[in-house]
């Protein structure tokens, strides 16, 4: 089997190459071809990997240890694959400070994937996400995509346009929400959802009768609904415990009153949106955005590692070639557990750690792994009063999602997760009794609880969506389909509309001055409208 990793030169690659060479599922991949438009980055990473390979065959894995290709060919990358992950970030980290520099110079919030910084981010990326699909289409038709890429929502909706449902979003927050209820109600959800789909009961559950979620929304905009266990609803009891909030880091984020009153636990995105000015204000008080932190951090770990490493005995496949997927396709992985926008209070000191980790760490994976839980630990820093807490740094993250994602479909072992999926079967045009929400666009891409299985990716039924979570998620997406429009057919106008009736903008003057910015900031966008 081949796993193909597109932005293999990210820096949380490595995670996911020690997820598929140690999972105890049964299911082996052969060959990780990870693919880059940049050959230094692509190298270091490669390097990363061959010293964790060497460790993991100690270790005893030596069996299921894949071989492993870095190339900056994206057809050579694609050709013949079962599976690609879609990781890219399109300009980098300094184009993620663009975005948030461009919305907070206009007293918006700057944030990766949540305001104008995450359309900015979705029109660059959607026409790369496309070329990446017909390419996927065309050398690996019978392959699963797994969108890392964010704006994930967005971004896999406009990739369902060329693969259909064989393409599906993922993101970690869900899961890690649902893991820290699990926590506190004593019982492994995740573990307990795996058994359901699969007719068994699981821990915590009894008789046979499994516990069940209900989650549904939009990536970055959904709510915990329900925590059902022997039949039971756990969630109100939840809610209404002080002391059990206090455990939640998203009712710590958001406020113990306000999920109590909405009757739901959030994904911690919504702190965004219910606490919009206080985010702007801690940002622009920080010495950094998180952007600018993570693109200091990145820089300083690359130039550490390829002097500790000297190249190693990593070898880039068609370095130097133009890259089939675009100028900037490949720069970074996408799947950031640092997705928060302010690096907040001590950031700014963390972010020359890279730049003397060659003192403390004796090789490339040293620094890695050092640099990565920096990188964690200062995930949403600017939401925050304190330090995050460590079990709350702790968790499976996108690369526990994919490979169970991965392994349901390569194996028919069936697995129930939350995922990003279409209202209804691409291409469908259901009506609305046929749609997992009725009164949203057949094609339009939700978050929620799927079954996964070897015939695929099956979505559940859900409970009727309260007229205010219904609100926010049409505003949302409404703004970016406008976006979509624009990233498809060049139209300025399209853009403009998108920025301005965005739920966090709300004006066209301001819409205005936005693409203008992000014109000014990005080639990619300018290119794209001087196409159109």
Not at 52 to 78: K, S
Not at 355 to 368: E, I, Q, R
Not at 407 to 425: F, K
Request: with cysteine; charged share 20%.
């Amino acid at each position: 089997m081949k796993l193909t990793i597109l932005g293999g030169g990210g820096f949380r690659v490595p995670l996911v190459y020690e997820a598929v060479a140690t999972a105890a599922t049964g299911l082996t991949v052969d060959e990780v071809a990870l693919y880059d438009v940049d050959p230094a980055r692509l190298r270091t990473i490669a390097a990363v990997i061959e010293e964790l390979a060497a460790q993991l065959q100690q270790r005893g894995h030596g069996a299921t240890v894949p071989r492993l290709l870095a190339t900056t060919d994206l057809r050579e990358a694609v050709t013949g694959a079962d599976f690609v992950f879609s990781a890219v970030r399109v300009g980098g980290a300094e184009a993620r400070t663009i975005d948030e520099r461009v919305a907070l110079g206009l007293g918006l919030l700057g944030q990766e994937t949540i305001g104008p910084g995450g359309l900015a981010y979705a029109l660059r990326t959607i026409p790369v996400a496309l070329d990446i699909a017909r390419a996927v289409a065309e050398l690996a038709p019978d392959a699963w995509t797994i969108n890392f890429t964010n704006p994930a929502g967005i971004v896999t909706e406009a990739m369902r346009t060329v693969l259909g449902d064989r393409v599906v979003g993922i993101c970690d927050t869900p899961i890690g929400l649902v893991r820290r209820v699990g926590r506190l109600l004593g019982t492994d959800l995740v573990a307990s959802e795996r058994a359901a789909s699969a007719g068994t009961a699981g821990e915590g559950a009894a008789d046979g009768a499994p516990a069940a979620v209900d989650y549904v929304g939009l990536n970055h905009l959904g709510w915990l609904r329900s925590v059902t266990i022997d039949g039971v609803d756990r969630l109100p009891g939840l809610l209404a415990d002080d002391a059990a909030l206090e455990e939640i880091e998203e009712a710590r984020l958001i406020g113990k009153d306000w999920v109590r009153a909405d009757g739901a636990l959030p994904n911690e995105y919504l702190f965004y949106y219910l606490h919009t000015t206080e985010a702007i204000a801690r940002i622009t008080g920080a010495a950094t955005t998180r952007g600018e932190f993570l693109a200091k951090q990145q820089g300083d770990f690359y130039l550490a590692a390829a002097e500790l490493g000297e190249g190693g005995n990593a070898d880039v496949r068609g370095a130097g070639a133009c890259a089939d997927a675009g100028p900037d396709a490949g720069a970074g992985t996408d799947a950031d557990a640092g997705a928060g926008a302010g690096a907040g209070a001590g950031a700014g000191a963390g972010a020359d750690a890279g730049a003397d980790a060659t003192s403390c760490c004796t090789s490339p994976l040293d620094l890695w792994r050092e640099t990565l839980h920096e990188r964690e630990a200062t995930y949403m820093a600017e939401s925050r009063d304190e330090e995050r807490r460590e079990e709350d740094v702790a968790g499976g993250g996108y690369q526990e999602v994919a490979m169970r994602l991965m392994t349901a479909l390569a194996t028919g072992r069936s697995e129930r997760m939350i995922l990003d999926v279409g209202n209804a079967p691409a291409g469908s045009n259901a009506p609305p009794a046929q749609r997992i929400v009725p009164e949203l666009p057949a094609d339009l891409v939700l978050e929620v609880l799927c079954v996964v299985d070897g015939d695929g990716v099956h979505p559940q039924p859900v409970a009727p969506v309260e007229l205010g979570r219904l609100g926010m998620m049409s505003a949302l997406r409404a703004s970016e389909r406008k976006i979509l429009e624009a990233a498809t057919t060049g139209s300025r106008e399209a853009a403009w509309q998108g920025f301005s009736m965005h739920p966090l903008v709300s004006s066209p003057k301001l819409g205005r001055k936005l693409l203008e910015g992000y014109e000014a900031g990005h080639p990619q966008i300018a290119t794209l409208f001087r196409r159109g």
